[in-house]
């Protein structure tokens, strides 16, 4: 077990991890998180990906369920319930997600989420193909791909416009 | 008829018709045909649980959290066929956390899609053997893998070949197929018309078995009060599932409380208790603290269902002029080792009129997971064949595809003799052909080189679903003017939620912001159907509606009351009552529950039956524009157009989500899906979600889905009909004409996959050499 402290949705944890806890595994089972979800299990569908920001690094999006979580160290993770850092509210890509129902079962939609929070974190305005190429590793089964395009091609313009 | 409760009507779920017996409702609402003016049907409200969905607080059965819980992990078969000799726990119970197992002699009688639980006469790959239960889900993970299996391995048969062979080790006990096996349906003399047609085309097409893969697998969380139990349950049937824990654990209705709050995704494979579900009360029971069994990925590839696949031998004959004379089809379906006989032969009598029609459907048993509903199961498969059948008659012909569908147009429900509650196909045909472009030329100059070819093709289709009782619904006027429809049903994603509460609002008259849908839940809500079928709007949504008119009706007397005014001068909307020739006399819906303080108006609603000889069927034509790379294979699609007619459409933009979600399953089972199995070790190769190919964002092509006007009042007072789907039915064989357009050789075998679309053109010039 090794002693590891690091943010979550801006709440310091310190918590004892043993070696092979996988970030998934510390945020649903120890700090009921279940807004990341686990569906593969080994990093090919994309439905746990949260935001990690190394120290003094910029954040990006990861699969939590093949990142190890003792490897976060002094890193801060963001996940689907502490996505609006003002809290209490929505983000304004949550907010785009309802408008153009971008959302069917909504198992897959946190990370869905995520994934294109951080694509715009790397590219403001981003083009339909680059939408494509950048969310390609978050599986829909319910297909929401054409209203995902939409929503995120408006939260780009409504972050780019100042929220 | 008025002084008779109880009739007898008739009702298709998945292309089975029953016989219901069903009390009639008090009264029946004035049909909504399509000239009545509606304020929030039609309404692309927003989806009622979205932003539960986005912020991650909706809770799915992984996400349910009971003090003590423990976590469940299965021992599976790793070979298909076999008997285990030893089945040795001991290190499994040794792991530290571990809190028990479960074995076969503890779950006799518990049966579930696959046969009896913990069967220890292994008849597939990934069978469950036993289970083990821990303080946590890694300990459980780890404790199974200590198990010690020790298996006499027999021969397998994971191939219908194989399985029908003449020594072939035996699937089930009376053979290698179903009992039925032929199953024969048969109008007119079809073989006397197939010698006399002045056409005739024969072909053979292959469909593989295709995984549900839903996001989230199938799970459950059991919990044990005394003698009564508690299940959360990703399920598709709230009250099947609890039907089937009351049988298999011997209790009362009232003693089984099953909720479903959200779910993610079920497409035909959760309509029921699962082996996790047993399992979890099982051990919940023996172990006396709440237990959850979920799946992992690799055992829901595994055993949660497939789609059958299919080899259709298919012969049409045909007039000069067209005129269908003569469908036969010879089929083989692989159902693994158990499930239902959807088959592909039914849409051969559905779909176009020809008096001489016969299919023969054998079922086949074979070493592999068992068959489940799977999204117009049957139907999916068999249109694949039959409309690439009609092409290559087209073809024949020198006929345009569209022109020899409407020369054959079914006026009548030609299978049963009786009429269509309505039917707008041509109208699909001609308003999708329309937006499509169809008649103009899909020009390879448009791609990119020689090297890429451009085509185009479209398909037909027709479903079952109309829907019908028994389903309940309640409607209550809180004192706030707010309104709750309750009702049992699921939301697997669909929208129900939504469609629910509009249909409510607009029955009631109230603003859809005061109202709120409850569903999923057993014990507290009146029964609905299962939601498949593509039954729940048209099931469920009538019983809401009658519902609401009662509240309403009781709302009305109080207002008339307060307002002074008659009954019959009022009328509702967004929340206000009114009189409808002095619309300043009003009050709100708030205002009267004010003054009524702590009354609550209570609406009861219930489906009425079906109407007598008619078919309720949706309808739709899909086009599809593809682009074939000739040196790799590789098949992009490059646009859909899916015309459809469900009747009333009461939320344009959830159905339009619905279209757009068969659309990319359709194109996943066109060009990608197919559960690969090494057939000497008769193990499943592709148990992930890597090696499973669905579609991803990269594969979406653009996609113009839309539904002709209606109203279907004849088939229920709404007028709506499923359109869950039948979106997916056309599009494998849309895809499939519009590469066979594209190359000039017919493809015939599914998924489409880069050799199987080169080896066609190998074939092709092999043949002409």
Redesign the interface.
Known sequence: MTNVSFDVNGIAQALEIAG??TLL?VL??RL???????????G??G?CTVLLAPPNGRRRAVYSCLTLAVACEGSSVT???GLDAKGGG?HPM?QA???H?A????????GQ?LAAVALLDQNAAPSESE???A???????????????LAVQEAGRRLASGG | MADKRFVATKVEVEGREETRIVEIPAFEPAPWTADVPMDVVGQCVPRMDALEKVTGSAVFTADVQRAGMLYTAIVRASVAHGRVTTLDLTAALEVPGVRGVLQRDEVEGIRYDSGQLFDQTIRFAGQPLAAVCAETQDAADRAARAAIVRVDVDRHAVTANAALAPDAPKVRSHGNTSKHSPRIAQRGDADAALRTAEVVVEREYRTPTVLHTAMEPHGAVAEWSGDHLTVWESTQGIFNTRSDLAEAFGLKLTQVRVIKDYMGGGFGAKNGAAASTYIAVALARKLACPVRCVLDREGEQVDSGNRSSTSQRVRLGAMRDGTLTAMVLDAEIVMGVGGWFAGPGKIYHELYACPNVRTTETFVYTHTGAMASFRAPGHVEGAFGLECAMDALARALRMDPIELRLKNYAKHDQEKDRRYSDKRLDECYRLGAERFGWGTKAFSTDAKSARFKRGRGMASIGWGAGGGPPSYATVRMNSDGTVDVLTGSQDLGTGARTVFAQIAAEAIGASIHDVRTILGDTERLPYTSNSWGSQTTASVGPAVRMAAEDARAKLFEAAAQILEAPVEALEARQSVVRMRDHPERAITFAQIGEKLRNVMLIGQGSRGPNPDKTALFAFGAQFAEVEVDLETGQVRVLRIVAAHDSGRIINPRLAESQLEGAILQGIGFALFEERVLDEPLGLPLNPTMHDYKIPTMSDLPAIDGFFVPSSDTVANHVGAKGLAEPPIIGVAPAIANAVTDALGVEVNELPLTPWRVVSALNRDSAERA
């Open positions: 092979h806890e595994d649903r089972d009921s998180l279940t807004g990341t979800k686990l569906s593969c299990g080994r090919e569908c439905a996940t689907i319930e929505t949550q997600f309802i408008a129902d959302v069917q079962c909504g198992f897959c939609t946190p989420i939408i494509r190429t969310m390609s590793g978050n599986l829909c089964r319910c297909g929401t791909y054409p209203k995902i395009i």
